[in-house]
């Protein structure tokens, strides 16, 4: 094994490890494992930034630094303490601390992350007299605190912050849908870019710059301003920009439409202004339409995808809604696959369509279901009476 290859920590959402697995086995990824939202793998600096650039469904990538097993805060404190903090940070820079907690006897996140700050400024104030200060929102270097029972992991971030800000949204509407999510959905669906592509409620956009970002092979964040690592004493300017110019050498031409459909003009402008900031606008087509007042517009197979209202912060007659869908689906739409997640599994009885899948996926902390129903050119019974004849 390659002395320069380290391992690092890919985080992901709940339900979204299979596919993030995925996505390094195709960027060259090493010993890969699947955990609980999460993927580990080992690679060198340059994979850590073609990682942060490239990956779709990642929220972070942390790089390990330092394991060892905790009694007490007290075994925290001195472990922590003991480290060789100067390698990392200067007492003229900023850090700050984040801390996940699965443990009965450490059960405060948030006292784990003052204790794991304490000892790091006292040991820069023991050994060379001045601290660095903590900086919540723009670090110089934001550490990462895991406790697995008694298990604790120090990890370094090196995207900052979390990898859905894109730097393609500016504008964001009631109820915006995370950019991973987003990707991870389009991915689950099987949409491949061999087809249009339709989100009937796009809100601020997100479904569709993400589905033109999958079928041209743009890396996600190759529009965000900043990563964590390009504050790190080792960062290496020309390396990154060599991975980036490689990535964009893998770009691929996208021969259909995405379009986006709101009846909110708000919501058409906002879309408007980020597909042009992720400079999309050859690709996606935004324009003011209420979906159940629209039939399909285009030749041949149609990928419907969307996320419509949950009712969880827009208050909507939920039966009606989805009953509404459900004949707009039928009645308007033939040969489409249309997909649609939602946290509302009592509201999909009224949609009057049976899903031919159904994949639990979660928004935020909301359970839901990422739910398909294939719209036949004629009618199911029709097309197979007929194969039956062809027989």
Known sequence: MRQDNFKMVAKTLHGFED???????????????KGTRNVT???DKGFMYKANLCLRTAIKILKPIKYFKIKNEQDLYDQVYNMHW???????Q???IDATVASEQFTHSQFIALKTKDAIADKFRNTQGKRPNVDIKFPTLRIHVH???NDCSISLDSSGGSLHKRGYKTATNIAPINEVLAAGLVMLSGWDGQSDLLDPMCGSGTIAIEAAMIACNIPPNINRKEFGFEKWQDWDVDLFEKIEESALKKIREFHHDIYGYDKAPSAVQKAKDNVRNANLEDYIKIRRADFFETKKETEGKLHILFNPPYGERLHIDMENF????GDTLKQGYSATDAWFITSNLEALKFVGLRPSRKIKVFNGKLESRLVKYEMYAGSKKAKFQKKNTDD
């Open 147 to 149: 406790i697995q029972n």
């Open 94 to 96: 900023t850090f700050a």
């Open 86 to 92: 100067d390698k990392y940070l200067t007492h003229e």
């Open 322 to 325: 989805y009953a509404d869908i």
């Open 19 to 33: 596919l993030l697995e995925d996505e390094l086995k195709r960027l060259g990824a090493m010993d890969i494992r």
């Open 41 to 43: 793998f080992r690679g």
